[in-house]
């Protein structure tokens, strides 16, 4: 099998995560008022710096030998990124829809090691500037420092030391890979100190810098720049673990983590006395206190503050899938011992689902809710999703859950309320269901120090990104082209949310605008519009885009116009690639996304002819 390079791998690693984990929906309401400016499609682009003269040459056996000889000869892709461009908009960029490209740049792949120790090889980033400059199209540019920034020498050296690197509850860092990739879990400390942020701050400088020496007609063609990329808190099997829930780990039990949680808890409580009347825990100093990492139910546990699992924050999802072609549900509502709840969030991305059920042409069939249990009495309690049609009602999905006390004694064994002898919900013509969260007899004990702990590793994401971004700006770069290049867990109804931490960082009052990946039935869902309604976000780009669809031919054009109408200042098909075919793997999963007239995996070859369609708006 052939190997890539680190220059070509960074265009694609940088977002693999979002792409095969991620989809869900994002439609749109028609935009009134003053015609909006232009909606640039900028893809990404793997392979900037492939020049044909070492494409075309036999000679080299692999990327890594074909694009130092590029360097050598002090060309890039231009060539070829311009014959591809042309294919989707000739003649170049014009009318409401532009087409442009988004150019990856890995800050800590910049480095090389000289004498006088690790340095930004500016050879490396000219060639890559060199680019942005002779194509004369608007750009993306994504300066990407999260974990998937792991290639070239300085990563496998700064993943030595403990102290750059995310920590589990016994101390130890998590050894990832990601369908092949090799990922660092890099620390969420914005400690400057740190060498891990000592050379993503010093690229961030010196890259911008570079930046702001362009010509500014090649400034003014920079539409937006993302900036560190899918940051959130880790976790084991990042490949196939976030929609898990049994015998959860998580990040970050680092001794700095723990003292900043110390910390965080002061801030937010003034003295360890309020600290424990809301707990009911018995602290007597802030450094007595322990970041929750037991579970209660296999350990030993010195005070129930050390108790954690998915559902010690007090919140316990039901969630599952409804197809329903016909719309004839009007609502989907939790009981909870007989007694209606909440409306149950509905519209989120189930892609398995879909890729699982052949006449399912939908992927946003995803429902869900997080039912706050922690103000329940002890006991067996009985929970109902029910669905309603024409005023009746039927029964989608039930469990029996019970409300443990914190001494772990016996509870009532009395069955709880419920509603009985409800039709199932397949009963409709052409219904089908399934709630597949929690499994029935669920156990949940209510720890108020976990939902503390929850709370501060969403802070910990959202510190790093407002360092970052902070830095970027003194750096010289504009504030109103920056974005941020986040995961958005809450689209998937199946995902465990507190594995990622990265709530936070996605709501209204981010000092950044919001830049949102989003693959799947996220390209065109009313869940998605209606949360950023909510959020108040309307300028905003879309740093990572597939419908990854194929039943339905037109759900490419749905999904790219929908960003338009939403208001989109940029979005970034995922992907096309300028590497020379032999030189490409067979065994990533993520070639599947290549955009191109004959890959016809996840409907990308629909999406491509879309892209080419929709650029003569």
Same mark, same amino acid.
């Given at each position: 099998m052939k190997t890539f390079s680190v220059p070509s791998l960074a265009t694609t690693v940088a977002s693999l995560a979002s792409v095969l984990l991620l989809a869900n929906s994002i439609p749109v309401a028609a935009q009134t008022g003053p015609a909006r400016s232009p909606?640039?499609?900028?893809?990404?682009?793997?392979?900037?710096?492939?020049?044909?003269?070492?494409?075309? $040459?036999?000679?080299?056996?692999?990327?890594? %030998?074909?694009?130092? *000889?590029?360097?050598?000869?002090?060309?890039?892709?231009?060539?070829?990124?311009? @014959?591809?461009?042309?294919?989707?908009?000739?003649?170049?960029?014009?009318?409401?829809?532009?087409v442009g490209f988004t150019a990856?740049?890995?800050?800590?792949?910049?480095?090389?090691? =000289?004498?006088?120790?690790?340095?930004?090889d500016d050879a490396q980033l000219d060639n890559f500037l060199r680019v942005i400059s002779q194509v004369k199209r608007p750009v993306v540019l994504y300066l990407a420092a999260d974990h998937f920034d792991s290639f070239?020498?300085?990563?496998?050296?700064?993943?030595?030391?403990? *102290?750059?690197?995310?920590?589990?509850?016994?101390?130890?860092?998590?050894?990832?890979?990601?369908?092949?990739?090799?990922?660092?879990?890099?620390?969420?400390?914005?400690?400057?100190?740190?060498?891990?942020?000592?050379?993503?701050?010093?690229?961030?400088?010196?890259?911008?810098?570079?930046?702001?020496?362009?010509?500014?007609?090649?400034?003014?063609?920079?539409?937006?720049?993302?900036?560190?990329? %899918?940051?959130?808190?880790?976790?084991?099997?990042?490949?196939?673990?976030?929609?898990?829930?049994?015998?959860?780990?998580?990040?970050?039990?680092?001794?700095?983590?723990?003292?900043?949680?110390? *910390? /965080?808890?002061?801030?937010?409580? =003034?003295?360890?006395?309020?600290?424990?009347?809301?707990?009911?825990?018995?602290?007597?100093?802030?450094?007595?206190?322990?970041?929750?990492?037991?579970?209660?139910r296999k350990e030993k546990l010195l005070h129930f503050g050390e108790h954690y699992d998915a559902f010690?924050?007090?919140?316990?999802?039901? =969630?599952?899938?409804? /197809?329903?072609?016909?719309?004839?549900?009007?609502?989907? $509502?939790?009981?909870?011992d007989g007694r209606m709840i909440a409306p149950m969030e509905r519209g989120l991305n189930r892609l398995d689902v879909y890729r699982?059920? %052949?006449?399912?042409?939908?992927?946003?069939?995803?429902?869900?809710? $997080?039912?706050?249990?922690?103000?329940?009495?002890?006991? @067996?309690?009985?929970?109902?999703?029910?669905? %309603?049609?024409?005023?009746k009602k039927y029964l989608l999905g039930e469990a029996q859950f019970t409300v443990v006390p914190r001494n772990q004694s016996s509870v009532a064994a009395e069955p709880a309320a419920s509603l009985r002898s409800l039709p199932?919900?397949?009963?409709?013509?052409?219904?089908?269901? /399934?709630?597949?969260?929690? =499994?029935?007899? *669920?156990?949940?004990?209510?720890?108020?120090?976990?939902?503390?702990?929850?709370q501060y590793r969403e802070w910990q994401v959202q510190q790093m990104l407002e360092e970052f971004h902070t830095r970027a700006i003194q750096a010289g770069l504009p504030a109103a082209k920056l974005f941020s290049h986040q995961i958005m867990p809450r689209v998937n109804s199946s995902w465990n949310h507190n594995?990622?931490?990265?709530?936070?960082?996605?709501?209204?009052?981010?000092?950044?605008?919001?830049?949102?990946?989003?693959?799947?039935?996220?390209?065109?869902?009313? /869940?998605?519009?209606?949360?950023?309604?909510?959020?108040?976000?309307?300028d905003y780009g879309v740093p990572e885009f597939h419908p990854q669809q194929w039943k339905t031919e037109s759900v490419h054009m749905t999904a790219l116009q929908a960003q338009y109408d939403q208001g989109a200042r940029f979005i970034s098909p995922y992907y096309f690639s300028l590497v020379p075919q032999r030189f490409k793997g067979n065994g990533f999963g993520i070639n599947r996304l290549e955009l191109g007239p004959n890959n016809q995996q996840d409907g990308s070859h629909q999406f491509y002819k879309a892209l080419i369609k929709f650029a003569k708006k």
């Open positions: 909606l640039v499609v900028a893809p990404v682009i793997e392979g900037l710096q492939m020049c044909d003269e070492a494409a075309q $040459d036999s000679r080299f056996a692999n990327v890594y %030998e074909a694009e130092a *000889q590029c360097r050598r000869l002090k060309v890039g892709g231009t060539a070829a990124l311009n @014959r591809l461009l042309d294919t989707l908009e000739p003649g170049g960029p014009k009318g409401q829809v532009q990856t740049l890995q800050l800590l792949g910049l480095y090389k090691h =000289s004498g006088k120790g690790w340095e930004i070239g020498p300085l990563t496998r050296e700064l993943q030595k030391n403990p *102290q750059n690197l995310l920590q589990l509850r016994d101390g130890k860092p998590l050894n990832l890979n990601y369908f092949g990739y090799h990922v660092i879990p890099y620390t969420l400390q914005t400690d400057p100190h740190l060498p891990v942020n000592k050379y993503r701050y010093a690229a961030l400088q010196h890259v911008a810098k570079k930046i702001g020496a362009l010509p500014k007609e090649v400034q003014s063609r920079i539409v937006g720049i993302t900036f560190m990329g %899918e940051l959130h808190q880790m976790f084991p099997d990042f490949e196939n673990g976030m929609g898990s829930f049994k015998d959860i780990q998580v990040t970050d039990y680092s001794l700095a983590s723990v003292k900043g949680f110390q *910390q /965080w808890l002061e801030k937010q409580f =003034s003295t360890i006395e309020k600290l424990n009347a809301t707990t009911g825990l018995n602290f007597k100093s802030w450094a007595e206190v322990t970041a929750p990492a037991k579970d209660i010690a924050d007090g919140k316990l999802p039901f =969630s599952g899938w409804l /197809w329903d072609p016909q719309n004839q549900i009007q609502k989907l $509502d939790l009981y909870v699982a059920v %052949e006449n399912i042409t939908d992927p946003n069939v995803g429902f869900r809710l $997080d039912y706050d249990f922690s103000q329940l009495p002890p006991g @067996r309690h009985h929970a109902q999703a029910v669905a %309603e049609a024409k005023g199932k919900v397949d009963k409709l013509p052409g219904v089908k269901a /399934w709630m597949d969260l929690p =499994s029935s007899g *669920q156990d949940v004990y209510f720890n108020p120090l976990a939902k503390l702990w929850n594995l990622f931490a990265a709530n936070s960082s996605l709501k209204t009052g981010m000092p950044w605008k919001h830049g949102i990946n989003m693959y799947g039935g996220t390209t065109h869902s009313a /869940w998605m519009r209606d949360y950023m309604v909510r959020e108040r976000i309307t």
